[in-house]
């Protein structure tokens, strides 16, 4: 008895899963008579477009300016030295080293580690700062190249 419920049960399993891969077969030769791509990425900035800010920051870091050794791609050194000197360097220091990001015990951590080590937490704060720290959101600051030079040349500091 059990043994033949269970196995109905088994058959219509299969049935139902069969149905949906039938319904999902004549889908997809729908689909492929159509012009359009099956799968649509909205536009950046699109209603359809639902990541935040802070996401789509984050996503440009990881997908378009990091190499594979984590190091900024495309920064102008230069002009990151620059900007930082005029921008940062009054509270940070001219060698980044004002401020100890490393909690009590551990060894010193300033800009120039950040930046080499932990790309993605240096990015999250420049773009948007931390107002319980007292560190100020730059996105709406500079353009985006001022921030990559910025992150690029801190990567080159002490
Ligand atoms: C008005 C002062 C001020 C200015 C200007 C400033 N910062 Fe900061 N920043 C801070 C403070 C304060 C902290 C938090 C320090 C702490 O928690 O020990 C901080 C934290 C940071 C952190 C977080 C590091 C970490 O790992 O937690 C980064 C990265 C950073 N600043 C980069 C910059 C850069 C780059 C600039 C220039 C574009 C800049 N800051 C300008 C005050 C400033």
């Given at each position: 008895?059990?043994?033949?419920?269970?196995?109905?049960?088994?058959?219509?399993?299969l049935a139902a899963y069969g149905?949906?891969?039938?319904?999902?077969?004549?889908?997809?030769?729908?689909?492929?008579?159509?012009?359009?791509?099956?799968?649509?990425?909205?536009?950046?900035?699109?209603?359809?477009?639902?990541?935040?800010?802070?996401?789509?920051?984050?996503?440009?870091?990881?997908?378009?300016?990091?190499?594979?050794?984590?190091?900024?791609?495309?920064?102008?050194?230069?002009?990151?030295?620059?900007?930082?000197?005029?921008?940062?360097?009054?509270?940070?220091?001219?060698?980044?080293?004002?401020?100890?990001?490393?909690?009590?015990?551990?060894?010193?951590?300033?800009?120039?580690?950040?930046?080499?080590?932990?790309?993605?937490?240096?990015?999250?704060?420049?773009?948007?700062?931390?107002?319980?720290?007292?560190?100020?959101?730059?996105?709406?600051?500079?353009?985006?190249?001022?921030?990559?030079?910025?992150?690029?040349?801190?990567?080159?500091?002490?």
């Amino acid at each position: 008895m059990k043994f033949a419920r269970l196995a109905s049960t088994g058959i219509l399993a299969l049935a139902a899963y069969g149905m949906l891969l039938g319904i999902s077969a004549f889908a997809g030769s729908d689909k492929a008579t159509e012009s359009k791509p099956a799968v649509q990425k909205p536009e950046p900035g699109s209603p359809g477009d639902t990541l935040t800010r802070e996401d789509a920051r984050m996503a440009l870091l990881v997908y378009k300016l990091l190499d594979k050794d984590g190091k900024i791609k495309g920064a102008n050194l230069k002009r990151g030295e620059k900007l930082f000197m005029q921008n940062c360097k009054p509270c940070h220091g001219d060698d980044g080293h004002r401020f100890n990001f490393s909690n009590f015990n551990e060894p010193p951590a300033f800009i120039g580690d950040r930046a080499r080590k932990e790309m993605p937490t240096f990015w999250y704060q420049l773009n948007f700062g931390d107002d319980d720290r007292g560190m100020q959101a730059y996105i709406d600051e500079f353009p985006l190249q001022d921030l990559i030079d910025i992150a690029g040349y801190a990567q080159t500091m002490p």
